[in-house]
């Protein structure tokens, strides 16, 4: 299902030049009731017809996104296209109210998460090999233009340690990074902040290209599971 939505996150808008913080997900400045914050979109797909629901709601005097998921996965996306070098460090809190229990980052079977947080990265023709161009001109030919190359999932896990990094069991195209595990702060807002570009490197070995999106998804259609859980503002900053 990852590889799917590489393909769908394209056509990001530029980021601002300059060395402000970026406000990729400002959603505490939603309207409560709203189905999308401003600059964000539904993400579905093709073979999954029951969704993920989406919306803003009110928690502790703040705007904030709510996931509910019941057997389902879609997710919500900001296409942005962000130097990861000039703009290394993310930052993004969260709240789930319970974890799968047939949940393992190690198997399609338990490829889900009460959530999750993906950076999404552009292809670059120009650094390919023959067979990777020759795949990613194809998908171009299909999608009008390039998927992202890679994707790095923040993802709160069920029993995989904090700090575990493993390729996705659906592609080693993405890369997932346990970066809360278990129940022991369930039902609290916990506050994240990552270093995209030394994350890159861990996962790929090399330096990440351009980002091209940011997403935030709930999904429980694998394990066949429910939760409910909530996403704070995301904000990109210099390190």
Known sequence: MLWSVLFLIILPIQAAKGKDAIRVGDFSSSVPGSLLPENWEALTFKKITTHTRYMVVEDTHTPVVKAVSDRSASGLIRKIRIDPEQYPVIKWRWKVTNIYQNGDVTQKSGDDYPARIYITFEYNPEKAGFFERAKFSAAKLLYG?????????????????????VPNPYTDNVQMIVTQSGNEKINTWVEEKRNIFNDY????????????????????????????SYFGDIVMEPE
């Open 201 to 228: 490197i861990r996962a790929f070995g090399k330096k990440p290209p351009m980002i091209s999106g940011i997403a935030i998804m709930t999904d429980s259609d694998n394990t066949g599971e429910k939760a409910i």
């Open 145 to 165: 233009e390039y998927p992202p190359s890679a994707a790095i999932n923040y993802i709160w896990e069920s029993k995989a340690p904090v700090g575990t990094v």
